[in-house]
C-alpha cells in the first residue's frame, strides 16, 4: 500500500542502542515498538559490533521497515568515543543498506527540534512529548529507546519539507504552492 509505510529510528551507542518503530498509515504516525539493545556486559568492542549488525537486521527481517532514521553522532572531546560511536552507527547503517533500505541521518538538534521544538531540549523532554504524541502509557529507565524513537518521529516530520530556497511570504502563499500538503 503506498500510503502505508514503516520507519525504524535507530539511536546508535557502543552501550546501549536505542531503537523505535513507527507506522505511518494516510499521513498518521502509529507507535509499533521501541527498546533498546544493551552492550554494557560485553568489553570486546568488536562483539558489541557484531551485536548492533545482527539486531538492526533482525528488526529489518521482522518488521520491514521502509525507511530508516539513525541519530548522527554529535561532537564531543574524546576522541576514541566518537570513533566507536561512529563505528556503531556504520554498523547499523552497513545493516540497512544490506537490505536495500534507504538511510536518512539526523543531527541530534535536528532531531529535539522536530519533536519539542528545541534543539537543545533534555532526554526527558523529548520522551515526554513523544509519550504524549504517540499515547504511550509509561517510559522506559533509559532514555536511549525514545531517542531511537524520536529519530523515526523527526523523520516523520521531515518527509517532503521543502528544499532550501524555496520563498513563501505567510502560509496562504506556502498552501498555494503546495496543494498537496494540505489535509482534507
Not at 532514521?69 to 545493516?95: C, D, H, T, Y
Request: charged content about 25%; proline content about 4%; some cysteine.
Amino acid at each position: 500500500m503506498a500510503n502505508e509505510k514503516i520507519i525504524l529510528g535507530i539511536d546508535p551507542g557502543t552501550t546501549i542502542m536505542g531503537f523505535g518503530l513507527i507506522k505511518v498509515v494516510n499521513k498518521k504516525m502509529e507507535f509499533l515498538q521501541m527498546n533498546e539493545l544493551l552492550l554494557t556486559k560485553y568489553d570486546d568492542h568488536y562483539v558489541k559490533l557484531k551485536l548492533i549488525f545482527e539486531r538492526t537486521i533482525e528488526l529489518i527481517d521482522t518488521y520491514h521497515p521502509d525507511e530508516i532514521a539513525i541519530e548522527a553522532p554529535f561532537f564531543g572531546k574524546n576522541v576514541q568515543s566518537m570513533l566507536k560511536l561512529g563505528r556503531a552507527q556504520g554498523v547499523a547503517m552497513a545493516a540497512g543498506l544490506s537490505r536495500e533500505i534507504p538511510i536518512t541521518e539526523y543531527l541530534p538538534k535536528k532531531i529535539k527540534m522536530a519533536i519539542t521544538g528545541n534543539g537543545n531540549a533534555s532526554k526527558e523532554q523529548v520522551a515526554k512529548m513523544l509519550q504524549g504524541l504517540l499515547g504511550l502509557k509509561t517510559l522506559p529507565k533509559n532514555l536511549d529507546s525514545t531517542d531511537g524513537l524520536a529519530a523515526a518521529v523527526c523523520h516523520f516530520y521531515n518527509e517532503g519539507k521543502v528544499e532550501v530556497g524555496a520563498n513563501y511570504t505567510g502560509w496562504s502563499a506556502y498552501i498555494k504552492q503546495n496543494p498537496k500538503k494540505l489535509n482534507k
